[in-house]
């Protein structure tokens, strides 16, 4: 069973590096452009409820309509949506943050902990729907953080979430044995899959 996930196209925060978690940021003119659609089918379409990942969805798979999961959102950064590292590195919270980010969070933002068992409750309505429904693939577009999380908790090869390198012009297909996946084990093979179109081409 596979299940791939990608994370949406460039937006304009992520060209100016703030942070983007809860923000409704559409796609920047770029990113739009960037994205093609992709030729392989899946059986079941899955997507963030933000503008940036349904629109991603929308280009990737133009004739589906992804069902939408809150939990699949980012992690909420609170007072520092929208904020560069420049303007918060002088800020103690926000160093705090950097230093144990599993043990402090944003000022009105998500923990650590609520994030990952957010995305749990995403994840699991996920899998009952693949197996509810007896299908064997589903594309998942979503957001960097959830893409690092996930790749921490169920690919090959265990790496902490900060080692994992999530780019935005490549997503990830999980490969698993239907029933590890049932059991929620490790998937059996991880491979990426070419996102992007060259801007040049």
Same mark, same amino acid.
């Given at each position: 069973?596979?299940?791939?996930?990608? #994370?949406? /196209? $460039? +937006?304009?925060?992520?060209? =100016?590096?703030?942070?983007?978690?809860? +923000?409704? +940021?559409?796609?920047?003119?770029?990113?739009?452009?960037?994205?093609?659609?992709?030729?392989?089918?899946?059986?079941?379409?899955?997507?963030?409820?933000?503008? #940036?990942?349904? =629109?991603?969805?929308?280009?990737?798979?133009?004739?589906?309509?992804?069902?939408?999961?809150?939990?699949?959102?980012?992690?909420?950064?609170?007072?520092?949506?929208?904020? *560069?590292?420049?303007?918060?590195?002088? $800020?103690?919270?926000?160093?705090?943050?950097?230093?144990?980010?599993? /043990?402090?969070?944003?000022?009105?933002?998500?923990?650590?902990?609520?994030? *990952?068992?957010?995305?749990?409750?995403?994840?699991?309505?996920?899998?009952?729907?693949?197996?509810?429904?007896? $299908? #064997?693939?589903?594309? $998942?577009?979503?957001h960097g953080g959830v893409i690092r999380y996930l790749l921490s908790q169920f690919a090959p090869v265990q790496k902490a979430f900060w080692e994992w390198y999530v780019p935005h012009d490549k997503a990830y297909e999980f490969i698993f044995d239907k029933d590890a996946l049932r059991r929620g084990e490790r998937c059996t093979l991880l491979q990426e899959v070419p996102l992007t179109v060259n801007v040049n081409g």
């Amino acid at each position: 069973m596979v299940i791939a996930l990608f #994370r949406h /196209g $460039v +937006t304009k925060d992520n060209e =100016q590096k703030a942070y983007c978690g809860w +923000t409704d +940021t559409p796609l920047s003119q770029a990113g739009r452009h960037r994205i093609q659609s992709m030729q392989q089918n899946y059986h079941l379409y899955f997507s963030s409820d933000l503008t #940036r990942c349904t =629109q991603t969805s929308n280009l990737l798979f133009p004739e589906r309509t992804p069902i939408p999961l809150t939990e699949l959102r980012e992690m909420h950064f609170g007072q520092w949506e929208g904020k *560069t590292f420049s303007e918060l590195k002088n $800020v103690p919270a926000y160093q705090d943050w950097i230093s144990n980010p599993s /043990g402090c969070s944003p000022p009105e933002g998500e923990r650590f902990d609520q994030f *990952t068992d957010r995305l749990h409750i995403g994840w699991s309505k996920i899998i009952g729907q693949l197996l509810h429904d007896q $299908v #064997r693939c589903a594309a $998942v577009v979503t957001h960097g953080g959830v893409i690092r999380y996930l790749l921490s908790q169920f690919a090959p090869v265990q790496k902490a979430f900060w080692e994992w390198y999530v780019p935005h012009d490549k997503a990830y297909e999980f490969i698993f044995d239907k029933d590890a996946l049932r059991r929620g084990e490790r998937c059996t093979l991880l491979q990426e899959v070419p996102l992007t179109v060259n801007v040049n081409g």
